[in-house]
């Protein structure tokens, strides 16, 4: 069977042309691909070069004839643009896989001796008639030419300023296309999310620049275990996820355990202090069928399923095992539209003070309720956990203190005392995000209410995980006549220590030793050493049920 002739085959090579026409149809094909701005690279099956355009002489600095012959890896090198990685010559996947190769965004061509120059790369096998590839053609689009300010303000909208990945928005605007493209296809991929475990106690302790610089390191490390053509995201302040391109589960948990066990082997010095850190990951394969936000939902899940399994452990996400997990991400939506739609309620408990006939003003814990389409009361312990692992307690909480505090400012008496005393639940989360902050600030002082109306209730699991957050926003509202709460006192280890640090009014008691207070002498014991020491300090106490 004849072969007909084509770029991949030294055709260049004068002696290997039988014929004056064929040798002037190679000519002119020459002649127009110099015209061509691109730099084009022709090789064989084996990776060696056999033609290059004059675009590209001037790009890779060689001729025609000093690159002839040599191996694709010889003549130029591509790295990451974010972390300046090595990437793999999308040639060699082109040849290995035998279909085109185009990678998004932008590489920087590494040439021995020159300065590297931004491209786009394209890689196009190379057929005979019967389809067997022959070799393959690389398209070389040199961006630097046109990158100016507007290739400048792009990169920046697309990309963390801190570590140079991808941002949130522009990562799931490419899962998107991904998740698309592998619709009904025969290849499969897999999204990998990542939190790093404990990041907060050395944010806290040794600073946030040690915090930057850490969160930098690991993003250099993921880069480092992951190919080219994958995806690596910075989602959150200690978040990361990661699209492994054309990469199936089994495959995708070998990368994950990798990339944990190089973090558990690893340790971060920072200032004469060296400091242990681990990562929690989870993994989805992504089905047919499943659209951005699903995959997206079922990757968190499988993280928090690896945080919950005691951290530094890897989960990959299957809806048989954690059925749970599906009911989650279904309140994902749910939850948004109880704000959206005014589903929440407001109800109330007293607090009622025992042994003493003082008169006292009014106290009232507000609990959170949904009432859904048919009428029925919904519980916290049905949403909470779902809010809470898939982060939308700021918004909960946001639509809580509004609605409070159009209240209170309603039912305001002319007198610079309150009526009563309402107190807010606030989530760890809203106490460690600044801009929360900046909220409530702006609610109280647009409600303008009576001194010591509200009170916030946090836990005490919530304040020492970011002591310093909290002290600092509880300063803020104490300022404003605010109150504070200590929920679930006596429920850590390091309770009574950090009384000191926090400017609480309250110490509620966890509930766990005051039900079987007459019958336990340990909890008789626990409750009044907390009364006790709340008494010496000034802090009233509370006993929860």
């Avoid at 499969?188 to 404990?198: C, E, G």
């Avoid at 003003?361 to 949403?383: K, Q, S």
């Avoid at 300022?479 to 006192?489: I, K, Q, R, T």
């Amino acid at each position: 069977m004849t072969t007909k002739p084509v770029v991949g085959q030294r055709l260049f090579d004068s002696g290997t042309v039988a014929s004056e026409e064929l040798r002037t149809q190679l000519q002119r094909a020459r002649v127009t691909l110099d015209f061509v701005a691109d730099a084009i690279v022709s090789t064989d099956l084996n990776g060696q070069v056999d033609f290059i355009n004059d675009a590209a002489e001037r790009l890779l600095g060689r001729t025609m004839s000093a690159a002839r012959g040599r191996g694709i890896d010889e003549l130029f090198s591509l790295h990451s643009v974010e972390t300046h990685a090595a990437l793999a010559n999308p040639i060699h996947r082109c040849l290995d896989h035998g279909r085109p190769i185009e990678r998004s965004g932008g590489s920087l061509l590494s040439v021995a001796g020159q300065t590297p120059v931004l491209v786009r790369e394209r890689v196009v096998p190379v057929r005979d008639d019967s389809g067997r590839v022959l070799g393959a053609v690389l398209v070389l689009h040199d961006l630097s030419r046109e990158s100016g300010l507007s290739e400048q303000l792009n990169w920046r909208q697309q990309h963390d300023a801190l570590t140079g990945l991808l941002n949130r928005e522009e990562f799931e605007r490419r899962l998107q296309f991904e998740v698309e493209r592998l619709r009904g296809g025969t290849v499969s991929s897999t999204l990998l999310y990542l939190d790093i475990d404990r990041f907060r106690v050395i944010n806290d302790t040794a600073g946030h620049l040690a915090g930057d610089r850490l969160l930098i390191e690991v993003a250099r490390r993921v880069q480092e275990q992951i190919r080219g053509s994958d995806l690596c995201a910075r989602f959150g302040d200690d978040e990361f996820a990661v699209l492994l391109r054309d990469c199936d589960a089994r495959n995708a948990l070998a990368i994950a355990n990798q990339l944990r066990n190089d973090f558990e082997i690893h340790r971060f010095g920072w200032r004469s202090r060296v400091f242990r850190y681990t990562g929690s990951i989870g993994l989805v394969q992504i089905e047919p069928g499943m659209d951005c936000g699903t995959v997206l939902a079922a990757a968190d899940v499988a993280c928090f399923a690896a945080k919950d399994a005691g951290r530094n452990a890897v989960t990959l996400y299957s809806a048989d095992e954690t059925p749970s997990g599906y009911r989650d991400m279904k309140w994902v939506e749910r939850l948004g539209r109880a704000c959206d739609e005014e589903q929440f309620r407001l109800y109330c408990q007293p607090i009622v003070p025992i042994g003493t006939s003082a008169k006292v003003c009014p106290h009232f814990e507000l609990l959170l309720r949904i009432h859904d389409d048919d009428g029925d009361v919904i519980g916290p312990t049905d949403f909470l956990p779902a809010a809470e692992r898939f982060n939308l307690m700021p918004t909960i909480d946001r639509w809580v203190v509004r609605h409070v505090l159009a209240r209170l400012a309603r039912r305001r008496s002319d007198t610079a005392i309150a009526p009563y005393t309402v107190s807010v639940n606030l989530s760890g989360t809203s106490l460690s995000d600044r801009s929360f902050l900046d909220f409530a600030v702006d609610e109280l002082q647009k409600a303008d209410l009576a001194e010591n109306a509200l009170c916030f209730e946090i836990t005490e699991t919530a304040a020492i995980e970011n002591i310093a957050e909290v002290v600092r926003f509880m300063s803020r509202m104490r300022a404003l006549g605010c109150e504070f709460s200590l929920d679930d006192f006596g429920s850590g280890l390091s309770s009574f220590a950090y009384l000191k640090e926090l400017p609480v009014d309250y110490l509620k008691i966890d509930g766990r030793f005051v039900r079987n207070l007459q019958h336990d002498r340990v909890d008789k014991t626990m409750v009044g050493a907390i009364s006790h020491i709340g008494n010496a300090i000034g802090v009233r106490t509370v006993a929860e049920r």
